[in-house]
């Protein structure tokens, strides 16, 4: 039982080891926005994007979310592919951590067990009458916030199987917004929330380190290379 603290030491420095061998490959500045950036990153909040097969508006959603810092993205694909247009993403989807869910037929409850697995509250987006105000959600709690398409909306499956269902306050004429455009505004109002509060929601130390060797290797053309020398002992 006490080999146990021992090894996590010996894993975290193996992964120090690893980055600091990357990041001799790296600009100076670009080693400080890596570090700036993974400090400023949550995992407390995350979005799910059921059967969204706009690329112009997935890689909208894409772009919010790595610009205000939510690290992770789950996809549902049950009848639709996701496609990333980099020219609306800039990039972004190259920072987040994107799960995928295409492969059951079941993938809508798939997400929604392994959100839940990993101690979210699942909420989805909704026009109901039982839908809360987004500004009545008890940020404390972990939570996922699923999002269907503007015509339809989530899935039964989604809407039968998640805690609780949340709304935008509007005040207009219009009843809805752009998937894009209320996942913005989502992102927005929740990250704001969280980082006025007293919740703890930075990544741990070892995430923000995992995240910066992720990072690394897909900036550095020949990080396979330096990896394979590093597992072979050569480095």
């Avoid at 400023?40 to 205000?68: G, K």
């Avoid at 990333?84 to 869910?101: D, E, I, P, Y």
């Avoid at 109901?128 to 996922?144: C, F, G, Q, V």
Wanted: hydrophobic residues 40%; aromatic residues 8%.
């Amino acid at each position: 039982m006490r080999t146990a603290p021992f090894l996590f030491l010996y894993l975290a420095a193996m992964s120090e080891r690893l980055y600091h061998l990357l990041s001799e490959h790296l600009s100076q500045r670009k080693v400080e926005l890596f570090e700036r950036v993974a400090s400023q990153r949550t995992r407390h909040f995350c979005l799910v994007l059921e059967d969204i097969y706009q690329a112009q508006n997935a890689s909208a959603v894409f772009r919010s979310m790595e610009s205000w810092g939510m690290q992770d993205l789950y996809v549902i694909e049950n009848n639709h592919r996701l496609k990333v247009n980099q020219r609306v993403s800039k990039g972004s989807s190259n920072w987040l951590t994107v799960h995928r869910f295409a492969n059951s037929e079941n993938n809508s409850l798939d997400c929604i067990n392994a959100l839940k697995k990993k101690g979210y509250l699942v909420a989805n987006t909704s026009l109901s009458e039982k839908a809360i105000d987004l500004s009545s959600l008890n940020i404390e709690k972990k939570t996922a916030i699923i999002m269907g398409t503007e015509l339809s909306g989530v899935s039964d499956v989604v809407e039968k199987n998640c805690d609780l269902s949340v709304k935008i306050p509007m005040y207009g004429m219009t009843e809805s917004l752009n998937v894009s455009v209320a996942a913005g505004v989502i992102i927005q109002y929740l990250t704001s929330r969280l980082r006025n509060s007293s919740v703890d929601w930075r990544l741990s130390d070892k995430e923000q380190l995992d995240l910066k060797i992720e990072w690394a290797r897909k900036t550095i053309y020949w990080s396979r290379h330096i990896v394979d020398q590093y597992e072979k002992g050569l480095l």
